[in-house]
């Protein structure tokens, strides 16, 4: 039989059929060769007859690991932002972006509490992030407006859900699966680092695919790499990199610069390029952390 791992736990591994759970010891071989499942692996595995047990056989081929929490096979984050309260800090949608640039899967923005937004702010947001790369999805928990939409960009894939507490990570959830019951207004406590070690991710099955339960604030913490770098995960600035007059142009202070003349004619959203300045420059402070 064939499963999706959701869960590890000292030594059994939880594997989701789409029709049962089956509690799963790996054969010993794994743990010589290295090669021991993770959460979100494919696999195949030799079910007890009668029993929801079994042993794993095989690891099928995994399409991408992350490491903070450990999961096999992320197909994409998810940031959730509420479009009234709490306000989004954009720089975290942009940090979230970087991490899914890096990490090379999908960004989705899903902006939450819609039945609140005006329609200014909807405006700004999307024009903000229209030429990011990443997907956006207008959606209300408490309504049910676009829960079709955020269900279908959920099923047959493992997405990574982060996000502020209380913009309605566990509401959107238990809209979508209302099995799962996460406590409204709970979620938010297993952010706590001490209380939920990511190693233990876990997944949700939620609309056809699984979401990782560990609201993944992991996702949002910057990791130290080449500012110069930075400008390559910007979807925006790909038309004008390499028209500025120094080659090594980091586009911030420098003459003839090709991404600052595309945000005074409004090409790159300001706002965009703003944080990019900021995120830069949070970049150079790691940078110099670590060689003090
Ligand atoms: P979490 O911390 O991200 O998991 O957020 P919760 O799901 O616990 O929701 C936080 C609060 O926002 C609760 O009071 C919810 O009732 C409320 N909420 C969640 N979704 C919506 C929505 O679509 N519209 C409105 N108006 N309120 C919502
Ligand atoms: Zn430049």
Redesign the pocket.
């Known amino acids: 039989m064939n499963g999706t791992i959701v869960k590890g736990i000292g030594g059994f591994y939880y594997v989701d059929t789409g029709d049962a759970v089956y509690e799963c010891r790996a054969r010993g071989l794994f743990r010589l060769e290295q090669n021991t499942p993770l959460v979100g692996d494919f696999v195949e595995f030799l079910p007890e007859e009668g029993k929801l047990k079994g042993y794993i056989t095989a690891i099928g081929e995994r399409r991408s690991r992350m490491l903070r929490p450990q999961v096999a096979n992320v197909d994409q984050f998810a940031l959730?932002v509420a479009a009234?309260a709490p306000r989004p800090g954009p720089l975290l949608c942009d940090k979230l972006l970087l991490q899914a640039a890096l990490a090379k899967v999908a960004a989705l923005i899903v902006i939450?509490?819609c039945?609140?937004a005006s329609k200014a702010f909807l405006d700004a947001f999307s024009a903000e992030y229209a030429s990011s790369g990443a997907k956006m999805l207008f959606v209300?928990?408490?309504?049910g407006f676009g829960l079709d939409q955020l269900a279908a960009a959920l099923k047959g894939r493992i997405t990574c859900f982060a996000?502020q507490?209380?913009?309605?990570?566990?509401?959107l959830i238990n809209a979508l699966a209302p099995g799962v019951s996460l406590k409204?207004?709970?979620?938010?406590k297993k952010t706590d680092r001490g209380r939920h070690t990511t190693r233990h991710a876990e997944l949700l099955r939620v609309a056809g695919g699984y979401v990782v339960d560990t609201p993944g604030f992991s996702l949002l913490e910057l990791l130290p790499m080449d500012p110069a770098e930075l400008c390559q995960y910007y979807p925006e600035m790909k038309d004008f990199l390499g028209q500025c007059r120094f080659p090594d142009c980091q586009h911030r202070a420098e003459p003839d610069c090709a991404v600052k003349e595309a945000v005074e004619k409004g090409l790159i959203p300001e706002g965009r390029y703003g944080r990019y300045l900021q995120l830069w420059a949070e970049l150079k402070e790691l940078e110099r952390k670590k060689y003090d």
């Open positions: 959730v009234s939450n509490k039945d609140e209300s928990a408490r309504t996000g507490s209380a913009v309605g990570k566990s509401s409204v207004g709970g979620l938010s």
